[in-house]
């Protein structure tokens, strides 16, 4: 069911940081900082940049943030290495423990099911390490180049606030309102997800989030706003807005415990429409945004009762415990 294509949800976002910014670089560089912004080649020049890991990382963590609030242990803790407490295990050890010893008829298929079936929503969102998840992020590119600035700290005794002696260190950082652009795709998700995704974009755009290293001492803030959003299709034949559950037979949702929710359904007639092949493509933005905001009752927003509605149902934790 995974290995097939049914639909592409593209969203490209400028990215401006509103404060000064590192993302540390984790391999030796010539810079005489102590701490380097992680840089690549673009046009065989060297450039900072905001790696997609980091960013997926970070929306992330922010989702399953979200999810603890308004569900208690909904979502597993990605690198928690035990089983017996749900604030410290994660999805993937379980499978891990499970892969080891398989039971009853499983194969390959029944496998992937299953882990897919009992993945807290963040896992099957973001993924685990047994299966990619529904939401790849890009690396975010600077719009005009702009070189780092170094900047000297020092580490404050805890007790007399002095600098600490020795405890000085250099480090790169880009000043604010540097532009990035970057891109988001889902494929093939289920409704709620989106729905999940526009809490995120709501939180990126109201500078929320933090990005980088120093978070706790003014750095990092960054805000967000969706600059295009498509949606491609192979197969739509009344032109309406489908999740993954929509393409799929009663036996495969059951088998991927993926639910249909008794929600109203969105019509994508009004939407801009384009064929291109096999492709049936259609433009989102403006059903989803004004005046470069997320509207509330726009289609971001229509979406949320289907990721409440998806996280009432959740019972990652009592389900991994009876598999
Ligand atoms: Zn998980």
């Known amino acids: 069911m995974l290995k097939k294509l049914y639909s592409v949800f593209q969203l490209k976002l400028q990215i401006v940081n509103t404060d000064p910014i590192l993302v540390k670089s984790g391999m030796a560089s010539l810079s005489d900082a102590d701490m380097a912004f992680i840089q690549t080649k673009r046009e065989d020049k060297p450039e900072c940049f905001l790696p997609g890991s980091s960013l997926k990382g970070l929306l992330r963590s922010h989702m399953e943030r979200i999810c603890r609030t308004l569900k208690e242990d909904?979502?597993?803790?990605?690198?928690?290495?035990?089983?017996?407490?749900?604030?410290?295990?994660?999805?993937?050890?379980?499978?891990?423990?499970?892969?080891?010893?398989?039971?009853?008829?499983?194969?390959?298929?029944?496998?992937?099911?299953?882990?897919?079936?009992?993945?807290?929503?963040?896992?099957?969102?973001?993924?685990?390490?047994?299966?990619?998840?529904?939401?790849?992020?890009?690396?975010?590119?600077?719009e005009k180049k702009v070189s780092p600035e170094q900047r000297?700290?020092?580490?404050?005794?805890?007790?007399?606030?002095?600098?600490?002696?020795?405890?000085?260190?250099?480090?790169?950082?880009?000043?604010?309102q540097c532009s990035f652009h970057t891109s988001l795709t889902l494929r093939n998700p289920e409704l709620w997800m989106l729905g999940a995704l526009g809490y995120l974009l709501w939180d990126l755009e109201d500078g929320l989030l933090r990005l980088g290293a120093h978070k706790s001492r003014g750095m990092g803030g960054i805000r967000g706003t969706l600059q295009s959003f498509q949606a491609i299709y192979y197969q739509n034949p009344k032109d309406e807005l489908l999740g993954l559950e929509d393409f799929l037979s009663s036996e495969e949702r059951e088998n991927y415990q993926i639910q249909r929710f008794d929600l109203p359904r969105f019509s994508l007639k009004e939407a801009k429409k384009e064929a291109r092949g096999v492709q049936i493509r259609y433009d989102l933005l403006p059903l989803t945004v004004e005046?470069?905001?997320?509207?509330?009752?726009?289609?971001?927003?229509?979406?949320?009762?289907y990721f409440h509605r998806y996280l009432e149902s959740v019972r990652w934790w009592s389900a991994i415990h009876q598999w």
């Open 74 to 142: 909904s979502v597993c803790v990605p690198y928690g290495r035990e089983t017996k407490e749900p604030k410290s295990a994660s999805c993937s050890q379980f499978f891990k423990e499970k892969k080891d010893k398989p039971s009853r008829n499983n194969t390959k298929s029944t496998i992937t099911a299953e882990i897919y079936g009992h993945s807290c929503p963040a896992c099957r969102l973001f993924g685990s390490a047994f299966f990619t998840g529904r939401l790849s992020t890009s690396d975010a590119y600077l």
């Open 152 to 176: 000297t700290s020092v580490a404050l005794d805890r007790y007399t606030s002095k600098p600490v002696k020795g405890a000085l260190f250099t480090y790169e950082c880009l000043p604010a």
């Open 291 to 305: 005046e470069n905001r997320i509207k509330k009752d726009g289609l971001l927003g229509k979406l949320a009762p």
